[in-house]
């Protein structure tokens, strides 16, 4: 069975798709950890957005998984823990433009159609439902309001550490909805047959209950 999970930044993916993988036995493959890691290669590499065909060079150099340990998604690439890494506002601010890149986006979607290959999985990205799996059992497409999502996403960098301001972070998500939105291939959309859920005014037992229920309705 698929799930698949779309939606834009801060809409609360991340957390559904951890709270659903435990209670109902789904692997949690988030997507958007994949786009990271060749972000935070290529700027290991040193390499801007410029340097186009390099990025899309240093793709077939790196080795990308997704390792479930004690109810925690570890991303590992050319077997180094990046989990925390990938999160960092650098990574954060080129990733989008960087996975508007055409061969990065086969390569990647290529991945993730293995990483899932067997198994009962809720995925979550911005294409899922609509070019990764078209024929996912479950298509859910969970969004909020531009300021709830960068408040959320704010508070959850305070939590982990990692450095920034409010503006940056609402700055950041407006930039990336502009540029998800607008991509040749897997624009950020609403899939055909998606439930539709705006987490704005809701707990996340509340989106979690529902999500859920929608899942066992589809089984
Ligand atoms: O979900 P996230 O914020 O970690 O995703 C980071 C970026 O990766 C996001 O801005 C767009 C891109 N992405 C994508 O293009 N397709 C996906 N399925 C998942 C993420």
Not at 28 to 57: F, H, P, W
Not at 108 to 128: P, S, T, W
């Amino acid at each position: 069975m698929i799930v698949a999970v779309d939606g834009p930044a801060g809409s609360g993916k991340g957390t559904i798709t951890k709270i659903i993988s435990q209670r109902m036995g789904l692997v949690n493959l988030d997507t958007g950890a994949t786009y990271r890691c060749v972000a935070l290669a290529s700027l290991r590499a040193g390499l801007t957005l410029n340097d186009e065909q390099k990025i899309i060079d240093l793709i077939d150099t790196l080795d990308i998984k997704i390792e479930h340990q004690d109810g925690e998604i570890k991303v590992f690439l050319n077997g180094e823990d990046v989990s925390k890494e990938i999160r960092s506002s650098e990574v954060t601010k080129i990733v989008s433009p960087i996975s508007s890149i055409i061969p990065v986006r086969l390569k990647m979607v290529e991945l993730q159609r293995k990483m899932a290959e067997g198994k009962d999985v809720i995925m979550e990205g911005r294409d899922i439902g609509t070019y990764v799996f078209p024929n996912a059992e479950v298509k859910i497409y969970l969004d909020a309001d531009v300021n709830e999502r960068a408040k959320r996403r704010y508070k959850e960098n305070q939590e982990k550490g990692i450095e920034c301001t409010y503006e940056d972070v609402l700055d950041n998500i407006k930039k990336r909805d502009e540029n998800d939105k607008n991509k040749e291939i897997g624009a950020l959309k609403v899939a055909e047959n998606a439930i539709i859920l705006d987490s704005t005014n809701l707990t996340i037992d509340e989106v979690a209950d529902e999500v859920e229920k929608i899942i066992k309705n589809a089984k």
